[in-house]
């Protein structure tokens, strides 16, 4: 069968980053979480002294790309992929809220995306893969056979995030999480290098009162069209 390539973008929080792992197994594609390498030059920035209290030294960061490598490590006993820094296993870090809250303004850094869209072009070169982010449908895989644009609202996410960072033991609340939440889609959808926007044929998968078995067979019921045309 043809392999296709399968852009799922959305929201921060809006149950992509699962949904896509999820899609990729079912089908035997491979999943990359463009996210995640948002988040690991974030993480490289802070420990090297290049990002806090909500500025970014872009130049800093800029000249310090070629020494940023990221690479994945596929599912272990946990199910989860790994995502390496430099081939340290950052990936706890890379999602605790001093990273959340800095990965934005990072995001924004058009050196940074044109680096890492390249990257991610280079790993669907041979087609057979899921990857999500914001703008996977509109730049990085513009010509996508199935692109997917997930939707909910910013109460519905916060309260998964929070059910998710209090999982793994972190002392957040509510208010915080969805101020973040707020604060990453006003500059996720503002930002001038390919802001998050639904590409124009993408298909809209509203999530708010779907559960995860229900959208599951959304995603599989739209593969499958779209593989038999
Ligand atoms: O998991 P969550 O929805 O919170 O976000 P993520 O997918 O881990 O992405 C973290 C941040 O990276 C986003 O808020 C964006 O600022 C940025 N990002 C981006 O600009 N482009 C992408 N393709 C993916 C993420």
């Given at each position: 069968m043809n392999k296709i390539v399968i852009a799922i973008d959305g929201y921060s929080s809006s149950g992509k980053s699962t949904m896509a792992r999820e899609l990729a197994r079912r089908i035997g594609y491979v999943y990359v979480d463009s996210g995640a390498m948002y988040r690991a030059v974030t993480l490289y920035a802070i420990e090297h002294g290049m990002a806090k209290d909500g500025k970014v030294d872009s130049n800093a960061l800029v000249a310090a790309l070629p020494e940023i490598k990221i690479s994945f490590e596929p599912a272990g006993a946990d199910g989860v992929q790994h995502t390496l820094l430099n081939g340290r296993d950052v990936e706890r870090e890379i999602r605790d809220m001093q990273v959340s809250s800095l990965v934005s303004p990072v995001a924004v850094i058009p050196e940074v995306r044109e680096h890492l869209v390249k990257l991610q072009q280079e790993a669907g070169k041979h087609k057979g893969i899921v990857m999500d982010g914001r703008?996977?449908?509109?730049?990085?895989?513009?010509?996508?056979e199935m692109k997917v644009f997930v939707d909910a609202s910013p109460e519905v996410r916060a309260e998964r995030r929070l059910k998710e960072l209090e999982a793994k033991g972190e002392n957040v609340n509510y208010e915080e999480v969805l101020a973040n939440i707020k604060e990453r889609d006003h500059i996720d959808s503002t930002r001038?290098?390919?802001?998050l926007r639904k590409a124009s044929d993408a298909h809209v998968l509203d999530?708010?009162?779907?559960n995860h078995k229900q959208q599951m067979q959304w995603l599989l019921d739209l593969y499958n069209v779209i593989i038999n045309e």
């Open positions: 703008d996977i449908g509109t730049t990085v895989f513009p010509d996508a001038e290098v390919s802001p999530n708010d009162h779907m």
